[in-house]
């Protein structure tokens, strides 16, 4: 049996590598993965708040996509 590697993360990455946020598409706004479990399903959540809608008055500051 070998040891836990100190350099890599509970995922098994290097901890030294630099981390890509994970960014709203519809406020953008960071957002964090919830792990899920034998009973509960993954989630993508923002940061700021924990939930995963965004909130209305940052849709309303959100870039327009269209022409």
């Keep these: 049996m070998t040891a836990p590697d100190p ?6 990455r290097e901890s030294h590598r630099p981390r890509i946020p994970l960014i709203c598409p519809r406020c953008g706004h960071e ?4 792990p899920g479990g034998p009973e509960r399903t993954i989630k993508v ?5 924990g939930r995963e809608a965004c909130e209305p008055g940052d849709l309303a500051r959100a870039p327009d996509d269209g022409p």
């Design 31 to 34: 957002q964090r993965v919830v």
């Design 45 to 49: 959540v923002h940061v700021a708040t």
């Design 7 to 12: 350099g890599a993360d509970q995922a098994g």
